[in-house]
């Protein structure tokens, strides 16, 4: 293949090679009514695309917001069980107070709270909660609150406990609230 350039003068023929260049460097020419075709197909599935996107988007975002939801109830209404079961104890302790306005068996009302006592003791050890048992036991500082310390009343209490003043208690095992003990010296 030869051409004649501008100046009119032979040019010199293309290789193979050079025209395989060219090729690849000029897009490949379609006629216009498949090029629109594939236009309106990629805007179609564009749009498809972005639909999609748009929907995900959007239920990621309700999900979001339900799950936020879910989590603020569930912390708001977390004891809600708990204190249900505890109203009853409530319940009791106003009847004993209402009965030792009226009554005069005191054997009775003893007997009453001591009924109370006990239903609250079995629903905290429902609960998972337990007393700490500490009277008589060597004080440590990283599990008892010490108010004060005292005279031993016998050599062997010396540096334990001898006193509760405020009972503590464990809730599966970990420390809710220290005792607060009085320390023999």
């Known amino acids: 293949m030869t051409d004649k350039s501008k100046t009119g003068k032979l040019a010199k023929p293309k290789s193979k ?4 260049k060219t090729d690849r460097k000029s897009p490949k ?3 216009s009514k498949t090029a629109s075709k594939l236009s309106v197909k990629e805007q179609k ?3 498809d695309w972005k639909d999609r996107y ?3 988007s959007a239920d990621f975002d309700n999900y979001r ?3 936020l939801k879910e989590k603020a109830d569930l912390t708001k209404f977390a004891g809600e069980e708990i204190l249900h079961d505890f109203l009853s104890v409530a319940d009791d302790v106003d009847r004993a107070i209402q009965s030792m306005e009226t009554t005069e068996d005191l054997k ?5 709270i001591l009924l109370i006592s006990s239903k609250l003791s079995d629903f905290l050890t429902r609960e998972g909660i337990q007393e700490i048992d ?4 060597d004080f440590d500082p990283e599990s008892h609150e010490a108010l004060t310390k005292i005279p031993a009343p016998k050599k062997k ?3 334990k406990i001898v006193d509760i003043i405020e009972k503590g208690y464990y809730l599966k095992g970990k420390i809710i609230r220290y005792p607060k003990v009085v320390v023999g010296e």
């Open 65 to 67: 917001k339900r799950t």
């Open 54 to 56: 748009l929907r995900l």
């Open 17 to 20: 090679a050079d025209e395989k």
């Open 157 to 159: 209490l010396k540096g």
């Open 45 to 47: 599935e564009q749009q």
């Open 29 to 31: 020419k379609t006629s």
């Open 134 to 137: 500490c009277l008589h036991k």
């Open 108 to 112: 009775a009302l003893k007997e009453g």
